[in-house]
């Protein structure tokens, strides 16, 4: 059974500040998603990546594969950031059906 | 493009109760998913449907049913609703890429939140 654990469970930070959430996996997977969650909210689709470095605006996410472990960082932190920052996966071969999410990493931005 | 479309957003049961979740997607999606939502838990699969026609049962099935009407449509029934179904529910669909079946990219709806009281 994969398991996934992120870390930290919960981060304060000033805005402007660089952020780094990580995720770290048990088995071998074929792909890792990284979700955002507001308070109160829906839940949306940051990246999904089975190697490499993602960029979209100021999020970035890496996968190092024979780590297991992938890292999501935002540059320029904004308080709209503020969120609850959710990595899942599924193990090699499987697709979304076999998913295990961490319990998330709720990051807060203060002004 | 509303994407996912959840309903109801909140509903409050006494146990023993029967309701369904509707959940709806045009985007064309083959696969669709109902999650659960718990503190302190990570998101955990109650059924998915991998195409029109199929379905199947997740992680936590119990005391649930679903039903794929369409390609579009995924609903979640819950036949006698207890006290351990208080959550929030979410539904899902994303697009498997075969023939490799690695993992497509989810688009969730806004949640359900239920309690039974």
């Known amino acids: 059974k994969n398991e996934v654990e992120q870390s930290p469970q919960n981060l304060t930070a000033q805005e402007g500040e660089f952020i780094t959430i990580n995720c770290s996996y048990s088995?071998?997977?074929?792909?890792l998603h990284w979700l955002q969650q507001h308070p109160g909210g829906g839940i949306v689709s940051l990246f999904m990546?089975?190697?490499g470095k993602k960029k979209h605006g100021r999020l970035i996410a890496t996968i190092n594969i024979q780590e297991k472990h992938s890292s999501l960082h935002i540059t320029a932190s904004h308080p709209r950031d503020s969120a609850v920052y959710i990595c899942?996966?599924?193990?090699?071969?499987?697709?979304?059906?076999?998913?295990?999410f961490g319990t998330g990493t709720r990051l807060t931005i203060i002004p | 493009n509303a994407g996912v479309t959840q309903t109801p957003k909140f509903q409050v049961l006494k146990t023993g109760q029967s309701m369904t979740l509707q959940c709806a997607q045009d985007?064309?999606?083959?696969?669709m998913y109902w999650y659960r939502q718990d503190p302190g838990m990570g998101l955990r699969l109650i059924y998915y449907?991998?195409?029109?026609?199929?379905?199947d049962k997740g992680e936590v099935p119990n005391g649930y049913n679903v039903s794929r009407l369409n390609k579009r449509e995924f609903s979640l029934r819950l036949e006698s609703a207890a006290p351990s179904q208080t959550s929030v529910y979410f539904c899902?669909?994303?697009?498997?890429?075969?023939?490799?079946?690695?993992?497509?990219?989810?688009?969730f709806g806004e949640g359900s939140r239920l309690t039974v009281l």
């Open positions: 899902a669909s994303s697009v498997p890429r075969l023939p490799t079946r690695v993992t497509g990219e989810l688009f």
């Open positions: 088995v071998g997977i074929s792909a």
């Open positions: 990546l089975s190697s």
């Open positions: 899942a996966t599924p193990p090699h071969n499987f697709g979304n059906e076999k998913l295990t």
């Open positions: 985007m064309n999606h083959n696969s």
């Open positions: 449907s991998a195409s029109e026609g199929t379905t």
